[in-house]
Every structure is written in C-alpha cells, then in structure tokens.
C-alpha cells in the first residue's frame, strides 16, 4: 500500500506592519493635549468603575482613552483628533505612551 504524503503546514507569512509617517511636532503637541484633556474628563469615573482601585495601569489609561469615542466627545480639537485617527492603532498607542508616561494613574 503506498504511503500517503505527510500534510505539511503553509508557513506563515510576516507581513510587514504599514507605518504612516507621524505628525509635525506642533500637531503632536496638540494630540498630547487632546489626550490629557479627555484623561481629566473621565478619568474619575473610569477609577469610580475599577471596583474601589485607586489607581489604574498606565496601559488601561491609554486604552480607554482611545477606545469608544471618547476624545471625539471630549477633546475640542477635532484637526488634532482627526490627525491621530489616520494613523494606525499602533502608532496611536505610541503616541499616547508619550502623553501618559507614569506607570499608574489615580486619585
């Protein structure tokens, strides 16, 4: 009886992570602002929800401040906001990690 071939698996292709070229230093400063602007606006609520917590990692500060619409709704600088968008989340998180630069956040 003859053999059957043995299955292989495909190798994985890596594909290269797409960079968009960052902002101008000005436009950056002003996503910083935008950022801290919507931290101090729901920031207290976000600490009231973490059941009795203090403080939160600087990895949840970041994550929701760009998750759910929030700088749309609490930022005022839409061209800032719009600007951060067209980025990849990566590089969105990168530039957060410059705004947010303490290991936690609290009260």
Same mark, same amino acid.
């Given at each position: 009886?003859?053999?059957?071939?043995?299955?292989? /698996?495909?190798? +994985?292709? /890596?594909?290269?992570?797409?960079?968009?070229?960052?902002?101008? &230093?000005?436009?950056?400063? $002003?996503?910083? $602002? +935008?950022? #801290?602007?919507?931290? %101090?606006t729901i920031g207290?609520?976000?600490? %009231?929800l973490?059941?009795?917590?203090r403080?939160?990692?600087?990895?949840?500060?970041?994550?929701?401040?760009?998750? &759910?619409?929030?700088?749309?709704? =609490?930022?005022r600088?839409?061209? &800032?906001? &719009?600007?951060? $968008?067209?980025?990849?989340?990566? #590089?969105q998180? /990168?530039?957060?990690?410059?705004?947010f630069?303490?290991? $936690? =956040?609290?009260?």
């Amino acid at each position: 009886m003859p053999m059957k071939p043995k299955a292989t /698996k495909p190798k +994985a292709t /890596k594909i290269p992570a797409t960079e968009v070229p960052l902002p101008d &230093a000005a436009m950056i400063e $002003r996503i910083h $602002r +935008a950022m #801290q602007t919507t931290w %101090a606006t729901i920031g207290g609520d976000v600490l %009231a929800l973490d059941e009795g917590n203090r403080s939160i990692p600087r990895a949840e500060v970041i994550e929701v401040t760009l998750d &759910a619409g929030y700088m749309e709704m =609490y930022a005022r600088d839409k061209e &800032a906001i &719009a600007a951060l $968008r067209k980025l990849p989340y990566a #590089q969105q998180i /990168k530039i957060a990690e410059g705004t947010f630069n303490c290991s $936690r =956040y609290g009260m």
